[in-house]
């Protein structure tokens, strides 16, 4: 197992990228060993590992193509399955977080691909932003809004009704983008397409070790989490295990010590120093913007020292998680799961107008309302 992952790592542009960006970092800002391990957020890194495996293990189980036959069958074309699969990502996120949703449609997807002739990886752009534009709507969405709904006071309710339009507006135009990107043609079948066989041992063996999953999770106890799963599989099906993307942990943690660095910078410190006094456009951009270098989420972290928990950082954090790969750690998440080097600069010929669709109407509606 040790050597196919040094060999991943060799291919893998974006995590050599960000070790790159580390090193320049470094001869700009003190240079702190030690403290690195703490800029890692190793509770998001826990949470993804047990996911991962946990994915995995449905997925070798082979229920995905159960489900997958099914799906391919009620939506005659590429339309119709390219509109319901973005509605579902965006709905389980709403409740489930957009990284738990795409580690349940990206898989699934995936396993459409051996049914019929679809554009798998235009799905798979679609489902990231779908995620984006789903989670937004509720305070359990997305790590961002978890800190916005707590520090904002608002009931869950009222967090809701905070959000709801700019919600509506984004899931109206991603289904209208669906409808123009994904034509109304048949489903092509693959001919020869054996009935799917699967191993039901395994399958409720994922859904036994995710309720403890949940449960570590619900008791802040992730780590022991995280090595009860792995500890399931390696009793059961130790090949999950060495099936696991792992480097996308190190892309994760590589990701987490380049923020740190980059928020030490002078330049910036200096100039949030005034971020407080900024006019709303000027805050509106500021949230957008910085979430395309650094992330929606330590862009709400790193913002919440300066301004209030208002509905202007709330939508612009939230409309920032379109745009640039770095803008969501969703959009990471499922790019590297569709593994095809080609989806990297695709993804933004989608996400980069959206964006800054979002950035305009969004303004525009929360200046109305």
Known sequence: MTLPFVHALARDRFFQLLILIGIILSFF??????????????????????????????????????????????????????????????????????????????????????????????????????????????????????????????SFAAFIGQMALLAVVMMASLLLLCWFFFPNKALNYHSGSQAPSWQPRLLWTCLALYVVFLISLELKHEGWGALIVAAGFAVVAFKVLKSVDWTLLLVFMAMFIDVHLLVQLPALQGSLNGVEHLS???????????????????ATILLLNYVPASPLLAWAVNVGGFGLLPGSLANLIALRMANNRRIWWRFHLYSIPLLIWAALVGYGLLIIS
């Open 29 to 154: 800002v003190p240079f702190n060993l030690a403290a690195w391990p703490r800029a890692i957020d190793w509770h998001t890194i826990l949470t993804l590992s047990g996911l991962m495996m946990l994915t995995k293990g449905v997925e070798q189980s082979g229920y995905f193509d159960v489900v997958g036959r099914r799906m391919v069958r009620r939506f005659a074309t590429e339309r119709r399955l390219a509109m319901f699969m973005a509605l579902a990502a965006a709905l389980l996120s709403t409740f489930l977080t957009n990284d738990v949703a795409l580690f349940i449609v990206v898989p699934l997807t995936l396993t459409l691909r051996k049914l019929c002739e679809i554009p798998v990886n235009r799905l798979i752009i679609f489902e990231a932003l779908a995620v984006n534009a789903g989670s937004l709507l509720t305070p359990i969405g997305n790590p961002q809004n978890i800190l916005l709904w707590g520090r904002s006071g608002l």
């Open 280 to 298: 709303q456009p000027a805050l509106w951009l500021t949230a957008i913007g910085l979430s395309q270098v650094i992330s929606n989420v330590p």
